[in-house]
């Protein structure tokens, strides 16, 4: 039997190795990490760093997935698949960004819910045209697609879960 990270992805790992190392840290006295919700936005965010970084590696590097490797899994009736490759790590990095500020936790929560769709498509294909990342076996549909529900899941959660912060003029009259 393959070991969890193997199974889940290594990305997988991280989004709940965060989540439950800031929740711990909650449970321990930081108050900030007492919400659910807040913790998985960050290990999200730290998911996100994670999975874009690949996007930006050389294909030379094979100790990782890289550009190479994410632009195979780009279904070819989409057009100009590298650059939508790097289009879609930006996005990530910048929804990452906006999970960890408080300001913009919601609409990155929703934006990245529907990145999550829009990706979902390349998702299929790799796994039905068994594009491999790093050399390793391609992940296969039945991991792919509870990976993705769970990802919207958490982007929505934590978007949901974001209070507006007050107005500076409304803080000050409290």
Do not use: K
């Not at 790992?13 to 711990?24: D, M, Q």
């Not at 936790?105 to 929703?110: E, L, Y």
């Not at 391609?138 to 929505?156: E, F, G, K, N, S």
């Amino acid at each position: 039997m393959d070991d969890l990270s193997t199974v889940l992805g290594p990305e997988t790992v991280a989004l709940v190795a965060v989540t439950l190392g800031f929740r711990l840290a909650g449970a321990l006295g930081a108050r900030r990490f007492r919400d659910w919700a807040l913790c998985a936005a960050y290990g999200m965010a730290a998911m996100l760093v994670l999975t874009a970084s690949a996007h930006f590696v050389p294909e030379s590097v094979t100790t990782m997935p890289n550009h190479g490797d994410l632009t195979r899994m780009v279904p070819t009736f989409i057009p100009f698949p590298g650059a939508m490759v790097y289009l879609t790590g930006v996005l990530e990095l910048l929804g990452a960004v906006g999970l960890v500020l408080a300001g913009t936790r919601r609409a990155a929560g929703f934006c990245l819910a529907a990145l999550f769709v829009v990706m979902l498509p390349a998702n299929i294909h790799a796994a039905l045209s068994d594009v491999p990342l790093a050399g390793d076996p391609p992940t296969p549909l039945w991991v792919r697609i509870p990976q993705q529900v769970l990802y919207i899941a958490i982007a929505l959660w934590a978007a949901r879960s974001a209070t507006a912060s007050p107005r500076p003029q409304e803080a000050l009259s409290r």
